[in-house]
């Protein structure tokens, strides 16, 4: 009796290194390779739980060691946070746990595991596709981003975004899972490790017949990347001053490069002018400041020669980074942490910026994660998009490398060459299918140029925007509603002590249904 506490407990404990292990696949680690099969143990830990509310607490453990992983980085700046953060987005794994317990729980017959290879990847998606939610913290580690540099697979993504590329991860799991599963039935072995090899060559096949649209022309992008300095205006004119023996077409700063208003400073705008012209006439800079109107906000300024040709104000802000959340309620539980002090103001139009006949679509850092804006962006005519970053407060942590990885994947996504350019991170560009055209690590001090192919086209992702993430859900809705109502009683574990009161009743329901007979209090016959 004393061993299956001993299990459970077991259990418990190896559901956070699940987890873990899970988060080592994503940029970061960089394995990759992991992604396919590290699901798998904690597929399995699910399936064997004791019940309902083990298989909740397994599924819990394990997102926050995947959480934690993932995003250990956050650990110094959430403080006394940490923990009731974790606690509470441990919480949107619950549902999946429940829901691989429920179809996978052994004796597993093809039937359930047919269910399982559907619903668990859309009940995946829908997790994650919540989890995306800008005031959650945005798609910032989706399963399917761990695929970024995995020839043909993340062409997936064109089709249905990461989303469908996190669905394809996860299906290949639960075949995998269905092989190795004790009290799986012959039948269902078979059906899962069929379904698994299919869904790899689907996927393969699919990127190996998808390419983008031919190159139409090119655009030379020069970044400038100063990293830690204590005068970042100067830095970067210096730096933009050394570009006049180069022919790029536009030069980019990263996020927060200009700290004031220069309209408020004459002699600022004056030296951003000359700064265009010495660069080829089209410079690209970023503003943190309080404006006119009294607001503070993250803009992108397109300077010329002879001015301000276009501007573009940061839509999507970072939580407790840009602004606070409830600020009268949480702000002064905030004061030991790098929560901002006080809230930006978001935009909330799109805008392309045009240098020669090439449209640009810019964004700013966090609004990288979105997809839905660089499909926005894309649709209104956007030839490349531009992402002004910085990582400062980072730097040197997983979160360069995760945030320069997703590119690949927005890339492929828009049908679209992107470029990130980083004041103090990793700045790279790729272009449309997704191929890395530049790298440039943290520790460089300096600048870098690309030449960057333009495309035309639209990608299904594109055009039909996210169909997956809403299929998923109908379907995940639609199964969950079937689970519930076919669930048979005697799913549900008698209580002892119910049962034993039950038959202390002086009239005891026969088995037979036959009307009860009465008992004697002492025992005897009626």
């Known amino acids: 009796m004393r061993r299956e506490p001993r299990r459970r407990w077991a259990g418990r404990a190896l559901a956070p290194l699940a987890g873990a292990v899970l988060a080592c696949s994503l940029p970061g680690a960089g394995l990759w390779w992991l992604a396919w099969t590290g699901l798998v143990p904690l597929l399995v830990l699910l399936a064997r739980a004791h019940s309902y509310r083990d298989a909740a607490w397994l599924s ?31 919480l949107l794994w619950v549902p999946f746990g429940l829901g691989a317990y429920r179809v ?51 062409d997936v993504a064109a ?23 004790p009290g799986a039935h012959g039948r269902a072995r078979l059906l899962g490790g069929s379904a698994a090899l299919l869904f790899v060559v689907a996927g393969t096949v699919h990127g190996a017949l998808h390419t983008a649209s031919p190159a139409t022309g090119h655009v030379r992008v020069a970044g400038v990347q100063p990293g830690l300095v204590s ?18 077409d536009v030069v980019v700063w990263g996020q927060s490069s200009v700290a004031l208003d220069p309209s408020r400073r004459p002699d600022v ?12 006439g089209h410079l690209l800079v970023n503003v943190d400041a309080q404006g006119p109107d009294g607001r503070i906000t993250k803009s992108t300024h397109h300077y010329r020669p002879d001015g301000v040709a276009g501007t ?19 702000g002064p539980l905030l004061g030991h942490t790098d929560a901002a002090r006080v809230d930006r103001a978001p935009g909330d139009t799109p805008t392309l910026l045009r240098v020669g006949d090439v449209r640009l679509g810019p964004l700013i850092s966090y609004e990288s994660t979105f997809p839905d804006l660089r499909r926005t962006l894309t649709a209104r005519g956007a030839d490349v998009t531009v992402v002004q970053g910085s990582l400062t407060t980072f730097h040197d942590t997983w979160a360069q490398r995760q945030q320069a990885s997703a590119e690949a994947v927005r890339a492929v996504e828009s049908g679209r060459s992107t470029v990130l350019v980083n004041s103090s991170g990793t700045s790279a560009a790729f272009d449309a299918d997704g191929r ?35 299929l998923a859900t109908a379907v995940t809705g639609v199964t969950a509603a079937l689970l ?12 002892p002590q119910v049962v034993n009161a039950c038959s202390q009743l002086p009239y005891a329901p026969s088995a037979s249904g036959a009307p009860p007979r009465p008992r004697h209090p002492h025992g005897g016959g009626a």
């Open 312 to 330: 573009y104000r940061k839509q999507r802000l970072a939580p407790f980074g840009e602004y606070v959340p409830l600020r009268p309620l949480l």
């Open 60 to 90: 819990w453990a394990a997102a926050v060691g995947f959480f934690l992983t993932a995003h250990h980085w956050l650990v110094p700046h959430l403080g006394m946070f940490t923990v009731p953060a974790l606690a509470a987005v441990g």
């Open 159 to 181: 089709l249905g975004g990461v989303w469908l590329l996190s669905a394809l991860v996860v299906a290949v799991n639960v075949g995998v899972a269905v092989v190795v599963l």
């Open 436 to 470: 890395l055209l530049a790298w440039v690590p943290p520790t460089h001090r300096g600048t870098f140029t690309v030449s960057v192919p333009l495309h035309e086209g639209l990608t299904p992702y594109v055009r039909w925007g996210d169909w997956f993430p809403v």
């Open 231 to 248: 005068d970042s205006l100067a830095e970067h004119l210096r730096l933009t001053d050394q570009l006049t023996r180069t022919t790029a």
């Open 269 to 280: 705008a004056i030296g951003l002018r000359r700064a265009a012209e010495s660069a080829g």
């Open 484 to 495: 519930f109502v076919a669930r048979r009683p005697r799913d549900i574990p008698a209580c």
């Open 104 to 154: 996978l729980r052994p004796p597993l017959s093809w039937a359930r595991a047919a269910l399982g290879l559907s619903f668990l990847p859309c009940l995946w998606v829908t997790l994650e596709a919540l989890r995306s939610w800008k005031h959650l913290g945005g798609s910032w580690t989706p399963l399917g981003l761990g695929q970024w540099r995995t020839p043909h697979v993340l």
